[in-house]
């Protein structure tokens, strides 16, 4: 970083991996007691944002292995120095914690940066020009893959189309030898041709899926459309051949894909993530990879099983802090419904849009219920997605009958999006504790569309609405839903604070969140929704040292500086794992 400057003994650069940790008495003792170890990292002349409690403000941070050891003012630091420290002048730039990505999808992640990103096409035309174009680089029975297409955002309907929908039959035709699966941006639709649609055994007889539809042409055809639970048909013929690896094979393609989803959040600041649904043989694996200090950041995951399979394992497979803190299994996900863009939100009315239906239920009540409870039994986090209102109202229902007189007891049970609620419920997440996980990117990436699906009066009172959520008592952890959107919280930040449209627009701005409060989604929030706000979202003595140096003050610079603002370094565990002007240079 030319804009750093660097003093005392340089030392070998570390990446976190084996970092010994520190442990200390108390913030008095190292405060009136000549230090045991010396700092192996500091920070002096920055603007530290400390996201404590009281905010407090600070210029120099030292470090001791994994560990915070000073927060305070260069003179505060200075005990803890020696000729070993590395040192860097941060001349004036911010730091703040490491960011948590409070729901993502971080495998997928990894998959989706292998995958066609189909995000930034313009029209059906364009994603069926890209898929062709892969179709000649790759041999004859090759799955090709794509995610990121929505018909909502083209610039005009595909030919051919059903309820705005592409139909197969022009794609297919022109890739007869590879079968095409192609996820929706929102992840709860998706598209395959002819050929996938063969190796699935799927056509006009088949039989649907609860909670889920295929959609189907005047004749009865289906167009090559999966929504909700449907798309699991063409799931299971795509994992078959994903079945063919052996387990060293699976385990060195999960690496690679935890790599490359790392690399892209390391970049960005991100140190921690809060996955959003894996297998408990995923976890096993993610485990083993957390004891051999193979994981490239935080991981608390949520495991998404049905209740049998939940029931079987949930005693065993509860983990805290593995890998000197970066695996945590101690969550349960289930998905009550589907999207807002095709239609699948469960809503207490019909779509404005399509009034022929309300949406998908796509986990029945009766076994929501049964999991509930067993997450209560053993223990456990319950997150549940859902996005419409009667999805949400469904989930506090359950939730304080399941909960029954532990409803405030510090459960912190979650629901994740939260996106569209009646003013009835609104008031509850506060008296009930529970934690609206949502992610600001959402609101304006949604927004052209939600007044269409909602309506008005539904838009202005439930949608996205941060301010009445948090003025009744919720915090709300923020993040990016990748590979839903784009792995960059700069975006969900931009939105938190304006919930401005790239045209201009604003949706709703009343039920904007303050700088400091899109700050603590960010930091501090994410940590308590994962019972490790004691280690993790505030730079405070005691506390792992992950943090991230930014050329702009996040609290002050002008609005649309968020978008631009650039993580100079990222720290974590104690070691500097992305530096801007490194990268600058190895590229």
């Known amino acids: 970083m030319s804009s750093l400057r660097h003093s005392r003994s340089p030392v070998i650069l570390q990446t976190f991996f084996g970092l010994v940790s520190f442990l200390f008495a108390s913030l008095g003792a190292i405060a009136q007691e000549p230090p045991s170890k010396f700092a192996s990292l500091a920070f002096v002349n920055a603007n530290i944002l400390t996201c404590n409690n009281g905010m407090e403000p600070a210029n120099a941070i030292a470090i001791q292995g994994d560990r915070i050891i000073a927060v305070g003012t260069k003179a505060n630091i200075e005990p803890f120095l020696a000729k070993s420290t590395k040192v860097i002048d941060a001349a004036g730039m911010t730091i703040t914690p490491g960011l948590i990505d409070s729901h993502l999808?971080?495998?997928?992640?990894?998959?989706?940066?292998?995958?066609?990103?189909?995000?930034?096409?313009?029209?059906?035309?364009?994603?069926?020009?890209m898929v062709v174009s892969a179709s000649m680089r790759l041999p004859k029975g090759t799955w090709i893959e794509g995610r990121g297409w929505h018909q909502s955002k083209w610039t005009a309907p595909p030919k051919g189309n059903i309820d705005g929908y592409p139909n197969h039959k022009a794609l297919s035709i022109v890739?007869?030898?590879?079968?095409?699966?192609?996820?929706?941006?929102?992840?709860?639709?998706?598209?395959?041709?002819?050929?996938?649609?063969?190796?699935?055994?799927?056509?006009?007889?088949?039989?649907?899926?609860?909670?889920?539809?295929?959609?189907?042409?005047?004749?009865?055809?289906?167009?090559g459309v999966f929504r909700e639970n449907a798309q699991s048909l063409i799931r299971r013929a795509q994992m078959r051949t994903t079945e063919r690896l052996s387990e060293e094979e699976l385990r060195a393609a999960t690496l690679t894909q935890l790599q490359l989803a790392g690399e892209a959040c390391l970049k960005q600041g991100i140190t921690s993530v809060h996955d959003a649904g894996n297998s408990f043989a995923t976890a096993r694996m993610l485990k083993r990879f957390a004891e051999l200090r193979q994981l490239p950041l935080r991981m608390a995951v949520m495991i998404r099983e049905g209740s049998d399979s939940l029931a079987a394992q949930m005693e065993t497979h509860k983990w805290n802090n593995v890998g000197d803190g970066f695996l945590t299994v101690r969550s349960v996900k289930i998905s009550i419904d589907g999207a807002l863009g095709p239609h699948g939100a469960w809503l207490l009315e019909p779509y404005s849009d399509l009034p022929t239906t309300a949406g998908l239920n796509t986990v029945s009540i009766e076994e929501f219920t049964k999991i509930a409870k067993l997450c209560k039994k053993y223990d456990w986090q319950l997150c549940v997605h859902a996005i419409g209102d009667r999805a949400n109202r469904e989930v506090l229902d359950v939730y304080e009958q399941v909960l029954g007189e532990q409803v405030s007891s510090g459960h912190r049970w979650r629901i994740e999006h939260a996106q569209h609620l009646s003013p009835q419920d609104i008031p509850r997440f506060g008296k009930l504790g529970v934690i609206p996980v949502m992610q600001a990117n959402h609101c304006t990436s949604d927004a052209i569309f939600v007044p269409q699906r909602l309506g008005e009066r539904r838009s202005v009172q439930g949608a996205y609405v941060w301010r009445s959520l948090i003025d009744s008592g919720a915090i709300i952890p923020n993040g990016t839903d990748a590979p839903v959107e784009r792995v960059d919280p700069r975006a969900s930040l931009y939105a938190a604070v304006t919930r401005q449209l790239p045209n201009g627009d604003t949706f709703y701005p009343e039920q904007c969140m303050t700088r400091r409060e899109a700050l603590l989604s960010y930091t501090l929030w994410p940590a308590m929704?994962?019972?490790?706000?004691?280690?993790?979202?505030?730079?405070?003595?005691?506390?792992?040292?992950?943090?991230?140096?930014?050329?702009?003050?996040?609290?002050?610079?002008?609005?649309?500086?968020?978008?631009?603002?650039?993580?100079?370094?990222?720290?974590?565990?104690?070691?500097?794992?992305?530096?801007?002007?490194?990268?600058?240079?190895?590229?």
């Open 175 to 223: 890739t007869p030898d590879h079968p095409v699966v192609l996820t929706h941006a929102s992840g709860h639709a998706n598209f395959a041709n002819e050929a996938a649609m063969k190796i699935a055994g799927v056509d006009r007889d088949t039989v649907v899926p609860r909670g889920g539809e295929i959609l189907k042409d005047a004749d009865g055809n289906p167009i």
């Open 105 to 129: 999808h971080f495998i997928g992640l990894g998959q989706s940066l292998q995958m066609l990103d189909l995000s930034q096409a313009n029209s059906w035309e364009e994603v069926e020009s």
């Open 529 to 587: 929704a994962a019972f490790q706000e004691k280690e993790l979202g505030s730079l405070e003595v005691g506390k792992l040292a992950d943090l991230v140096v930014w050329n702009t003050d996040l609290l002050t610079c002008k609005p649309t500086d968020l978008l631009t603002a650039k993580v100079e370094l990222t720290v974590l565990a104690g070691g500097i794992v992305h530096d801007a002007d490194a990268s600058n240079t190895e590229n």
